[in-house]
């Protein structure tokens, strides 16, 4: 399998599925997830592993949700990009998204991408 271009995510409709919940724990580092982490089944990321992705504007634990990607988190030093997808008809600006990911974001160099040509 080939890694996607995770920037043909945006603007479209996609199903993610939670394997860190929010208020889960991360496995290695014990860190609480404040929004919903999970993975687009079935994809191939840089890293190797599924393409990831946050879950915004959803006060909830989810074990798996369908909605709209607004914007893609492009690690600089790290082949790992982060999809951000919210329930259809929402938009969340940079800053939010920004605030909402630092808890994880903050090790990296990123920038969000919210279409093609960024």
Do not use: W
């Not at 998204?97 to 630092?102: A, E, G, S, V």
């Amino acid at each position: 399998m080939t890694p996607i271009d995770s920037t043909d995510y945006i603007g479209k409709q996609v199903k993610i599925v939670m394997d860190r919940p929010m208020g889960s724990l991360h496995p290695r580092f014990g860190d609480e997830y404040p929004v919903n982490y999970g993975y687009v089944p079935g994809t191939l990321s840089g890293d190797g592993a599924e393409l990831d992705a946050y879950v915004l504007g959803v006060e909830v634990p989810l074990d798996s949700f369908q909605g709209t990607c607004i914007a893609v988190i492009r690690r600089l030093d790290d082949d790992d990009d982060k999809l951000i997808v919210v329930p259809s008809g929402t938009n969340i600006d940079n800053e939010t998204i920004r605030k909402l990911t630092h808890f994880q974001e903050q090790y990296f160099e990123s920038k969000i991408i919210r279409g093609k040509c960024n």
